[in-house]
């Protein structure tokens, strides 16, 4: 991780992705969250403060609640390091690999996400 807190500390936008596994993130991503104790410390927590965040967040099930209480830890990890969010890219439906590339309209709304970010430099 140390290595990758300048590079976090440099982005102005930072996308986090993860499954929805039991209604929360997969153990990868919970632990590299939990890890972001460094980057809330008081010496750190300016370095986060503006920074933008889009989320992207595949599941199986077909129902856009199930990825509610996933979303809802995300929204309240950034509010309280002071990002906003600025795109929910929230994908059910898929579960095995390939999946998504038969989401024609995921991945062209994937490509526009990835344009205005483009844009915003």
């Known amino acids: 991780m140390n290595d990758l807190?300048?590079?976090i500390f440099e982005s102005d936008v930072i996308i986090w992705g993860t499954p929805v596994y039991w209604?929360?993130?997969t153990a990868l991503i919970k632990a590299f969250l939990d890890r972001f104790i460094y980057v809330t410390s008081p010496d750190n927590r300016s370095k986060m403060e503006g920074k933008s965040a889009v989320l992207v967040i595949p599941f199986e099930e077909q129902h856009l609640e199930i990825a509610t209480p996933l979303v809802e830890?995300?929204?309240k990890s950034f509010k309280y390091m002071k990002?906003?969010?600025i795109e929910k890219l929230i994908v059910p439906g898929v579960f095995k690999k390939g999946d998504v590339l038969k989401?024609?309209?995921v991945?062209?709304?994937a490509?526009?996400?990835g344009e205005n970010i483009g844009k915003s430099d």
């Open 5 to 7: 807190y300048p590079k």
């Open 23 to 25: 209604y929360g993130p």
């Open 73 to 75: 830890m995300f929204e």
């Open 83 to 85: 990002m906003e969010i």
């Open 103 to 105: 989401k024609e309209d």
């Open 107 to 109: 991945l062209e709304r």
């Open 111 to 113: 490509k526009k996400i």
